[in-house]
């Protein structure tokens, strides 16, 4: 009998503790505007970042696998910009004007390093007419 509640008690220790880290590793979206506005004290920690792809900012180095482009604010552009770098496949909706999730470095440099694009599809949430 102590048994089982030894092993039950084990099993909810370790899905508390699971869940704890992944709440304090949680990472928000700022926009283009706070991640600016913030500066400094996020150079090198890990963010996500949402915007709006810029017109004539992509590049895409297919031997290289490396997409660089720019994001802006996605509803008030206000003259904030963001380089971006990432390296992996370029993902097949990738264009001009997108919404974008990106989630990475912030550098000194105010170059965005990314590991992941997340796309976004604002048409698919907007009523039918």
């Known amino acids: 009998m102590r048994k089982r509640y030894f092993i039950g008690g084990g099993i909810l220790a370790i899905a508390v503790g699971i869940l704890m880290y992944a ?7 700022l926009t283009v505007s706070e991640l600016l506005d913030k500066g400094s004290e996020l150079y090198g ?4 970042v949402e915007g ?6 992509i590049e895409w180095d297919a031997d290289k696998l490396e997409l660089t482009f ?4 996605i509803i008030d552009e206000g003259g ?7 390296g992996g496949d370029r993902p097949n909706n990738f264009k ?5 999730t990106v989630e990475g ?3 000194s440099d105010n170059m965005f ?10 048409s698919r949430y907007e009523p039918e007419e």
Not at 52 to 57: A, E, L, W
Not at 80 to 86: A, D, G, K, S
Not at 96 to 100: G, K, N, R, T
């Open 96 to 100: 001009i004007d997108s919404h974008v």
């Open 113 to 122: 390093e990314a590991n992941a694009i997340i796309m976004k599809c604002p």
């Open 70 to 73: 720019i994001i802006t604010n």
């Open 52 to 57: 709006k792809v810029v017109d004539n900012s």
């Open 23 to 29: 709440i304090l590793n949680m990472t928000y979206s």
């Open 105 to 107: 470095i912030y550098h």
């Open 45 to 48: 920690e890990r963010v996500r």
């Open 80 to 86: 904030n910009y963001l380089p971006v770098v990432y």
